[in-house]
């Protein structure tokens, strides 16, 4: 299949342009480097699956490259791909993870975060990605079962490999349940798109029958079914701004998750406004001498100037023009920059209550089992006073009026993980008191019944789940019943017949 063989190929350019790209930093990109190496992997994984394909030349030659599952699976990578090629491009434009001019570096999750533009893109990517890998290395399975059972003639090593697939053939038909869930709607959708296009075909040629009309229409058709895949994703052009708007790529791939991937997180993020107010230092007469008149002594006393916090109310309309206007022509590096050096310039008392702010809210958001992280993304100074005289009338040398800064706090969850809080006079390694169960009823006893083995494994696994205390969370595990072989052989056959379509089907 040229497709998959170019789209190997397209994934190995990518891996090389990025090592290439992350050999040249100072310090190690984990974030970025785990991705690279999840494209490696499913490169290696495309390479196999078409010389799976080009081993077995009746199937590959009947396969149709647009209605089997190599259209839905092609169009997946592809966009995945390409998606890590624009951020992979845009952060080495932006420099982002390159030290500053102080010799400052970011670090490198909270820099990849900031080009993916939120938490929850960059986590749908890396969740697309590993589920592509999976898939591929679903499908090499599958085509090495129908291969086999399709070629007459079996050598002793190619008896062997389809009495293995036998074996496993329940693990494989549990793992393509996914596969079939998601592929199946869309490539349904184009054929039932293709025979609309092809019955108003036939209607116009119905109404004006031309003879000189007919291998026109039949020459598009050719065309839009051998269309070729994009020749090269390393041409594409580079966004140089960091936009917060959401992107169609992103949202494609994250619409296209089927039920055997985890959980994609979603956008929960929360602005809220807050105002930094000043008390202006104080000086009060505490003692004076006078003698004619005449002042001889004064003593006074000194209050330092002290700063706080106050909440204020706002809407998301609000919100949003309140950072428009503080960012105004800057993009958002540039934004963060200036914003960064403002509040290393204010006083260290302002720096510590934005800090308390900051960990109060993260506090007061997060617990054990979910953590949640707070930051400033918008600081701007303006007069206290509804009605203050303008900066440019005022004397020279004369006093500043007082003023406030609005600061917009932004929060977003990291992760649901369980963190355990240690204490200074606690022993970490003495045992956590149990949950007591509540006790049931003391039931009559039953006379002695002979169940099955099936029977009895049913009731140790209703058993096993009884155990399970309430609020218990099994994540990226999915509750399946194991397939029987006869039962996997059916589900294989409906697989098959779904996702392995020939040219003479999709017509």
């Not at 480097?33 to 992997?41: D, S, T």
């Not at 960064?340 to 302002?350: N, Q, V, W, Y």
């Not at 960990?359 to 958001?365: F, P």
């Not at 406030?404 to 809080?421: M, S």
Request: aromatic share 6%; glycine share 4%.
């Amino acid at each position: 299949m040229d497709q998959i063989h170019l789209l190997a190929h397209l994934g190995t350019t990518l891996v090389q342009n990025t090592t290439k790209y992350l050999s040249t930093l100072p310090h190690p990109i984990e974030c970025l480097e785990e991705l690279v190496a999840v494209v490696a992997v499913t490169s290696n994984l495309l390479t196999s699956l078409n010389s799976t394909l080009l081993r077995f030349p009746s199937l590959a030659g009947v396969l149709s490259p647009k209605y089997s599952f190599v259209g839905p699976l092609c169009e997946d990578i592809r966009k995945a791909f390409r998606e890590l090629e624009e951020r992979v491009l845009e952060a080495k434009g932006l420099r982002i993870f390159e030290p500053n001019d102080v010799g400052l570096v970011r670090l490198p999750r909270n820099a990849w975060v900031l080009v993916m533009r939120g938490e929850q893109r960059a986590a749908s990517l890396r969740s697309r990605l590993y589920v592509e890998k999976y898939r591929v290395r679903v499908l090499i399975e599958a085509v090495c079962w129908v291969g086999l059972n399709g070629k007459g003639g079996l050598s002793e090593q190619e008896t062997g490999e389809l009495r293995a697939l036998k074996g496993m053939l329940p693990l494989v038909a549990e793992r393509l349940v996914g596969v079939q869930r998601d592929y199946v709607p869309r490539l349904k959708a184009l054929m039932g798109g293709d025979e609309k296009e092809a019955v108003s075909v036939e209607i116009k040629r119905e109404e004006k029958p031309a003879a000189p009309l007919v291998p026109v229409e039949e020459k598009k058709e050719m065309v839009k079914a051998f269309k070729t895949p994009e020749p090269s994703l390393l041409k594409m052009p580079m966004s140089r701004k960091l936009s917060m708007h959401s992107c169609a790529s992103t949202d494609s791939l994250a619409s296209t998750s089927s039920s055997s991937s985890s959980a994609t997180a979603f956008d929960d993020s929360i602005q809220e406004v807050w105002l930094l107010r000043r008390n202006e230092a104080k000086r009060k007469l505490k003692r004076s001498i006078a003698f004619l008149g005449i002042k001889w002594y004064t003593s006074h006393s000194y209050e330092p100037e002290s700063f706080y916090m106050k909440a204020l109310p706002s809407c998301p309309s609000e919100i949003k023009t309140l950072r428009q206007e503080c960012r105004g022509s800057s993009t958002d590096m540039q934004h963060q920059s200036q914003l960064r050096k403002t509040i290393l310039k204010m006083p260290d008392e302002a720096q510590w209550e934005l800090q308390k702010l900051i960990e109060g809210r993260e506090k007061a958001s997060s617990n054990e089992h979910i953590k949640r992280e707070w930051e400033v993304v918008a600081f701007m100074e303006r007069p206290r006073r509804k009605i203050s005289p303008e900066q440019g009338k005022r004397w020279i040398g004369g006093k500043k009026g007082p003023v406030e800064w609005v600061v917009v706090a932004r929060g977003e969850t990291v992760d649901h993980k369980t963190r355990v809080l240690p204490s200074k006079h606690e022993d970490p390694w003495s045992p956590k008191p149990k949950l007591q169960a509540v006790p049931a009823r003391v039931a009559a006893p039953a006379p002695a019944v002979v169940m099955s083995a099936a029977a009895a494994q049913a009731q140790t696994q209703t058993q096993a789940r009884a155990q399970v205390p309430a609020g218990t969370v099994l994540r990226h595990v999915e509750n399946r019943r194991a397939m029987t072989a006869e039962e996997a052989e059916k589900k294989m056959e409906e697989i098959v017949r779904d996702l392995f379509r020939c040219e003479a089907d999709g017509r």
